[in-house]
Nanobody, 130 residues
Framework: QVRLQESGGGSVQAGGSLRLSCAANVNADNTYCMAWFRQVRGKDREGVAA???????SYRDSVKGRFIISQDNAKNTLHLQMNNLKPEDTAMYIC????????????????????????WGLGTQVTVSL
């Protein structure tokens, strides 16, 4: 389902930073983790970062040390601080609420293969130039 809305994308030079936000309108009782995915045209979505319902945080290896995921429960908002951006980070960044049984949320194995079970945003574009 498309019930989330991302913001904060844009175009930056390599080494720059962006902070993405996701307004989350989900049922917390059904949510295993909140996660950021990214997708390049013609390629599969890949998991970037996730925060589990117990607070456990995971990142794919390529963004460890550069990206920080956080959740503001009071404002029902998910964030992704992206530092030291690289051209290979260029993608559409998509916010997702991964339901129990809808995917996995652990280091370098962040997935949400049951598309309809999970809740999605439409994405915000991030472009990193040299």
């Amino acid at each position: 389902q498309v019930r989330l809305q991302e913001s904060g994308g844009g175009s930056v030079q390599a080494g720059g930073s962006l902070r993405l936000s996701c307004a989350a309108n989900v049922n917390a009782d059904n949510t295993y983790c909140m996660a950021w995915f990214r997708q390049v045209r013609g390629k599969d979505r890949e998991g970037v970062a996730a925060i589990d319902s117990d607070g456990t945080i995971s990142y794919r290896d390529s963004v460890k040390g550069r990206f920080i995921i956080s959740q503001d429960n009071a404002k029902n908002t998910l964030h992704l601080q992206m530092n030291n951006l690289k051209p290979e980070d260029t993608a559409m960044y998509i916010c997702a609420a991964v339901a129990y049984g809808g995917g996995y949320c652990y280091d370098d194995h962040i997935t949400a293969d049951d598309y309809e079970l999970n809740t999605w945003g439409l994405g915000t574009q991030v472009t990193v130039s040299l």
